[in-house]
């Protein structure tokens, strides 16, 4: 099949780094028939100009799915496969199944349906990637803005649930959420200094 008629699943995280919230994982497939201006990095855009390319890939991507794996999973798994598991999860919820997969960073998941193959900052570089990388941040963001609504004290909505000053500070004077992922250094020091309390 010629390259240009190949369906290409671009795939991207969002949110490994944080001590709260499930990770992410979008997978989209681009329509070159409505190409979408300005996919960057998700991290490199504004909140706003996030929200805006998320809604245009929505409605311009031949398909797009979103998943997440939850902390369970993650504390369960360890980040890092449950990272690949949620990229799976992305990849097998697509209406149209891709002829390749396109996975941002150096490790690409195992029992995928398709070829696959990894690229190093591929978010900076390939559109498909690029448009994952947004659905997935825009969406983890989201989540952390409804766990700010129910823990206000946290500051979720400006950390995200990074270990920020302010998040660990929080966590000192209020104590680990079901939301903390346990297994991550930070919050496994505090609940073994209050015999895994939680709050």
Not at 68 to 93: C, F, K, W, Y
Not at 104 to 116: E, K, S, T, W, Y
Not at 150 to 158: K, L, M, N, S, T
Request: hydrophobic share 45%; charged share 25%.
């Amino acid at each position: 099949m010629p390259d240009k008629l190949m369906r290409i699943a671009g795939v991207d995280e969002a949110g490994r780094g944080p001590l709260a919230g499930e990770v992410y994982a979008a997978a989209v497939i681009l329509d070159p028939a409505r190409p979408i201006a300005g996919l960057a990095d998700s991290k490199k855009l504004s909140a706003a100009k996030r929200d805006a390319l998320a809604l245009e890939i929505r409605e311009k991507a031949l398909a797009w799915c979103i998943t997440q794996a939850s902390v369970d999973e993650i504390d369960s798994l360890n980040i890092l496969h449950a990272t690949m598991l949620a990229m799976r999860r992305a990849l097998e919820g697509l209406a149209i199944p891709p002829d390749e997969a396109i996975i941002d960073g150096n490790r690409v998941p195992q029992g995928l349906l398709m070829p696959a193959r990894a690229i190093v900052k591929g978010d900076a570089t390939e559109p498909a990637i690029s448009a994952a990388s947004i659905l997935a941040k825009t969406a983890r963001d989201a989540s952390l803005l409804e766990l700010d609504a129910r823990h206000p004290e946290y500051g979720f909505a400006r950390h995200k649930g990074y270990p920020t000053a302010e998040h660990m500070a929080a966590i000192a004077a209020h104590g680990v959420l079901p939301e903390h992922r346990k297994s991550f250094g930070p919050v496994r020091k505090w609940l073994d200094a209050h015999q895994g309390e939680l709050f």
